[in-house]
């Protein structure tokens, strides 16, 4: 039987809080949620509109939101559960920095040959290879809103704790090869994220001098429906499983999952990542990937002293993807919903909480001319080393 979860605040919020530290693979300070100046965000927005002046009219309402936005007006509960929804990394590597190819689809099992098969229907009802092939950068810009609450046992398919919803909105840039750089205000709170090819970092508002870091990783975001050429890369090693409705569209489901290898280099000394498994759902009718899943689930030994018990984070990630439009010859989905659960058990306890995310593209250009591998350079605390997350 599922019982609400206490705040973090309660009695138990330094276990609940270290157990999180491991799950958000960051480390979360014990001091209270404090104000920070703005002006380091602004210069990095500033820096990137000036490389890219085409689109600097257009981005400048959006930066004049974001760095007016006052840090530290939401509760750490919220940002904790907003660093896991906004920042979550993919555990395979994405190569954008060569030519898209598809293998012969007779090589492999049945299931995996379907699979390139269905692969191949995307990729033309994506633009195409020529289409995809043109792309060597790009910007996104979004709007986002977000509810957030726990999971009552009484009504466990609606979030509960937290009246109306939260603004904000994201900027996402992508260099080939590897080289990525993302940030999201969302009431007040900040999170950042970020890769140069050969280390990836988050960053929250929350802790600004302190950053997390570990070996380069693609966003979850880029699966979203805005990036098909890392979606094509993703799925090229998938299997098919067998076929679903989702949002009334017959689906074929692509599975992918994680290696004993990768799974045994997410891991820590007190935490085990058991389980991460991703699934796409692509419409027989229209070729598009629908539908994104993506579940973790981390077995971490018990914070609490004398204690040799585990508890369970399950996350898991689902993204509904709609409104798909042609920019460049690429299409891109313009509209999604992506629904974080976050599932704890163990010790006699369990507990479940939930965000929703709504999430509308307002802008997408390809190519940025004159962005350089220096727009993507990370935070000074982070050391250009091989770390394992």
């Not at 598809?102 to 033309?124: C, D, F, H, M, W």
């Not at 040799?308 to 409104?323: A, C, G, H, I, N």
Request: charged share 25%; hydrophobic share 35%; with cysteine.
């Amino acid at each position: 039987m599922i019982r609400s979860m206490k705040k973090l605040c309660s009695k138990s919020y330094n276990d609940h809080q270290n157990e999180l530290e491991m799950v958000l693979e960051v480390s979360l300070p014990e001091e209270k949620f404090t104000k920070t100046e703005t002006n380091a965000a602004t210069k990095r927005w500033q820096h990137m509109f000036n490389l890219v002046r085409p689109q600097k009219d257009r981005a400048a309402r959006w930066l004049t939101t974001l760095s007016s936005i006052n840090d530290g007006s939401k509760d750490k509960e919220f940002m904790y559960f907003l660093k896991i929804a906004a920042s979550s990394f993919i555990p395979f590597q994405v190569q954008l920095g060569h030519a898209l190819s598809l293998p012969p689809v007779t090589n492999g099992s049945i299931e995996a040959s379907r699979a390139k098969y269905i692969v191949q229907q995307y990729i033309a009802a994506t633009g195409g290879f020529a289409a995809m092939n043109t792309v060597n950068s790009m910007y996104v810009v979004g709007e986002v809103n977000m509810v957030q609450g726990k999971i009552q046992e009484d009504d466990q398919d609606k979030p509960r704790g937290r009246d109306g919803s939260e603004s904000g909105a994201y900027m996402l840039w992508q260099k080939n090869p590897n080289m990525w750089f993302m940030e999201l205000v969302v009431s007040g709170c900040r999170v950042s994220a970020g890769s140069d090819g050969t280390v990836t970092w988050t960053q929250s508002s929350l802790n600004p001098s302190q950053s997390s870091k570990g070996p380069p990783r693609p966003l979850r975001r880029f699966f979203q429906g805005i990036d098909p050429r890392s979606t094509v890369n993703l799925f090229l090693n998938a299997v098919c499983i067998g076929e679903k409705l989702i949002m009334n569209e017959d689906c074929f489901i692509l599975k992918l999952d994680t290696s004993q290898d990768i799974l045994k280099a997410q891991s820590k000394a007190n935490m085990e990542t058991t389980q991460h498994i991703i699934q796409g759902y692509f419409s027989q009718r229209t070729g598009l990937l629908i539908q994104f899943e993506d579940t973790k689930l981390v077995k971490i030994k018990s914070t609490r002293k004398g204690c040799d018990r585990f508890v369970y984070y399950e996350t898991s990630m689902e993204s509904s993807l709609e409104d798909y439009k042609y920019i460049n010859g690429v299409n891109i989905a313009h509209y999604g919903k992506t629904v974080t659960s976050i599932y704890r058990y163990g010790q006699g306890e369990s507990s479940r909480w939930k965000i929703e995310e709504t999430s509308t593209v307002k802008e997408v250009e390809f190519n940025i001319c004159s962005l350089t591998a220096d727009s993507f350079l990370p935070p000074p605390d982070v050391k250009n080393e091989e770390h394992v997350v």
